[in-house]
Structure formats: structure tokens, C-alpha cells
């Protein structure tokens, strides 16, 4: 399995530009997550959907940003318009639907850098 | 109050030495608990999970967990130089969401 794939890799864009960031989950898996990690805050849960329907989106910072799961195997995260204050590396993540107790790893992509300027 | 709190660090240990690293959860609720692995430029790769009360080892880790202190630690011993990286504790709540702390620096020196 390749595992969560992510792109692009790098974004540079000028604010006020709309950035899209795609993520593609492992095969099989019920959830996805979508982080994003800055030195200033740690790595911050922004939405998570469960068979493609978005279940606590609570971490969105704004209505600047949108997420989207057509379907199993591909999510959108959207940024417009993109300001410097969005400039980040935005992690998808995935995860089988297992119990409590269980050991329901989450799976990281290589994440997104993006720049602002 | 965060949910996850981690002392940030940077923690510097010799190599060969017991490191150390702590971390408290508000959510009483919260029934596992996990210790991910950063890479400098790389994403985050669990080590260790554990859900019940006491020690779990796992080659040179040992996950231990306090719910009645809302604590949990890692222990790494015998460091090496290759165990130089951010350490994250989460914590999952309901319906798999997961909680991050800010992350333990750690660097091993040889």
C-alpha cells in the first residue's frame, strides 16, 4: 500500500489566492483527518470525516477554509483567500473505525507545506 | 486549560541515558492514549499506545498511564543519537478524534 498521499508537497502562493490541498487516504480505512502544524501551535486538528461525512469541523479556523470527501478515496482542504497567517504544513491522516480501546493508529501523509507571502 | 500538555522542551540526554517524557490530558473520558514520533521535516509515526493502567513495554519504550492522575510518560532507554526527535502524546476521545500535544524536543547526544 503507498500509503496517505498528499499534494502537492510544496505551495507557494501570494495572499488572497485560493490554495487547494488534496489528500488521498489508505485504501480501507473509515476516517480521515486533516491537521495543521505550526511551531506556534502544535499540531491542530482542523475536521475529520467519517465515511466521507464531516463529523466535528469545531477546529476550522474560519470560513476561509473548507473541506470536502466526494468519496472514500479523495478529500479536499481549501483555503480562499489564503492569508500569511495560513502558512503551515497541513497533515491528512487516516484511520480504520475500530472500538475504545483499540489500536486505531492514524496514518500520516508526508503533509503539505505551504508558504503565504 | 489545554487538553494535551506537554513540557516543550528541548530535553538532552547522553546517549545510553534514560529519557524522560511527560504528559497530563484534561478529558477524564479519554480511554487511549498514544506516543507518536516526528522527524524533523518528516510526519508523525505512533510507537506506543496503551489504555489500561500501569506499564507497557515495547523494546527500549515503556508507555506508562495514570488515569486517576490523568498522566501518561514515555520512558526511552538506552538513547541513541537516532531517537533525536519530537515526541507527540495524544489522546483519543470519542468517535476516533484525537487530541495532540504541543510535542517534547528531544536530542540525544553521543
Known amino acids: 500500500d503507498a500509503g496517505v498521499i498528499q499534494s502537492p508537497r510544496h505551495e507557494v502562493t501570494e495572499m488572497g489566492q485560493e490554495v487547494t490541498l488534496r489528500c488521498k487516504p489508505i485504501?480501507?480505512?473509515?476516517?480521515l483527518f486533516w491537521y495543521r502544524q505550526t511551531m506556534m501551535r502544535g499540531l491542530e486538528l482542523l475536521i475529520y470525516?467519517?465515511?466521507?461525512?464531516?463529523?466535528?469541523d469545531s477546529g476550522m479556523p474560519e470560513d476561509r477554509f473548507s473541506a470536502k470527501m466526494p468519496n472514500a478515496s479523495f478529500s479536499t482542504l481549501k483555503i480562499q483567500p489564503s492569508e500569511p497567517r495560513d502558512s503551515a504544513v497541513y497533515f491528512c491522516?487516516?484511520?480504520?473505525?475500530?472500538?475504545?480501546?483499540?489500536?486505531?493508529?492514524?496514518?500520516f501523509g508526508p503533509g503539505t507545506r505551504l508558504t503565504v507571502l | 486549560q489545554k487538553e494535551v500538555e506537554q513540557n516543550s522542551g528541548p530535553l538532552s540526554v547522553p546517549e545510553g541515558a534514560i529519557a524522560s517524557l511527560n504528559c497530563t490530558y484534561s478529558d477524564r473520558g479519554s480511554q487511549s492514549f498514544f506516543w507518536y514520533r516526528q522527524y524533523s521535516g518528516k510526519s508523525p509515526e505512533l510507537i506506543m499506545f496503551?489504555?489500561?493502567?500501569g506499564d507497557k513495554e515495547d523494546g527500549r519504550f515503556t508507555a506508562q498511564l495514570n488515569k486517576a492522575s490523568q498522566y501518561v510518560s514515555l520512558l526511552i532507554r538506552d538513547s541513541q543519537p537516532s531517537d533525536s526527535a519530537t515526541y507527540l502524546c495524544?489522546?483519543?476521545?470519542?468517535?476516533?478524534?484525537?487530541?495532540f500535544g504541543a510535542g517534547t524536543r528531544l536530542t540525544v547526544k553521543p
Open positions: 495524544a489522546v483519543k476521545l470519542e468517535h476516533n478524534d484525537m487530541r
Open positions: 491522516a487516516s484511520s480504520l473505525a475500530l472500538g475504545p480501546q483499540s489500536y486505531n493508529e492514524q496514518f
Open positions: 485504501s480501507g480505512h473509515d476516517y
Open positions: 470525516f467519517n465515511n466521507n461525512v464531516p463529523i466535528d
Open positions: 496503551i489504555y489500561s493502567n
